[in-house]
């Protein structure tokens, strides 16, 4: 069974950075898509971005223009750079498979506060 771990997240202020990571415990993590999905509090899980096995990316209009997805297959990782944060990307965030998450990590908690 493939098991995902999230890191990399933390408090930061309005206008800061921070990349996440996933690591995936499988060398089949290179054929999927996988998506970076958060969950605020009180809200639904909502997916952010995603990376095909190739590469192409996507994004949700609230994150487009500020957040980067990139994939590292030989390290069976994907990552989440995240730049110009606001108060309303805080949640905990997650990867999995994309389009269908079928396994979830732990998350990792990013908080965006002055």
């Known amino acids: 069974q493939v098991q995902l771990v999230e890191s990399g997240g933390g408090l930061v202020q309005p206008g800061g950075s921070l990349r996440l990571s996933c690591a995936a415990s499988?060398?089949?993590?290179?054929?999927?898509?996988m998506g970076w999905y958060r969950q605020a509090p009180g809200k639904q899980r909502e997916l952010v971005a995603h990376?095909?096995?190739?590469?192409?990316?996507n994004y949700a209009d609230a994150v487009k223009g500020r957040f980067t997805i990139s994939r590292d297959n030989a390290k069976n990782t994907v990552y989440l750079q995240m730049n110009s944060l606001k108060p309303e990307d805080t949640a905990v965030y997650y990867c999995?498979?994309?389009?269908?998450?079928?396994?979830w990590g732990q998350g990792t908690q990013v908080t965006v506060s002055s």
């Open positions: 999995s498979t994309y389009p269908s998450p079928v396994i």
């Open positions: 499988r060398s089949i993590f290179s054929f999927y898509a």
């Open positions: 990376i095909t096995s190739g590469g192409s990316t």
